[in-house]
């Protein structure tokens, strides 16, 4: 039982360190309730994997390629 609260603790760090997609665009898939992937690097990329399925593509507010570029 000692072992229980430093586990769920590590567990839960590690949990939020790896999910990082910085593409410049993002498609919503379905609607608002469907899933989302930030892992396109072009419009057209964006578009062709939505295709069928439904959703829209938007720009990334949280790419860091967006903010390199600015001026």
């Known amino acids: 039982m000692k072992l229980a609260i430093p586990i769920a ?13 910085d593409g410049t665009w993002c498609a919503q898939y379905g609607g ?3 899933g989302t992937n930030c892992g396109f690097y072009s419009f057209q990329q964006c578009e062709v994997a939505r295709s ?20």
């Open 9 to 21: 603790a590590i567990t839960l760090l590690l949990s939020s360190i790896g999910a990082h997609a």
């Open 32 to 34: 608002t309730h469907g």
């Open 52 to 71: 069928g399925n439904g959703g829209f593509c938007y720009q990334n507010p949280f790419s860091q390629s967006q903010q390199r570029y600015r001026r």
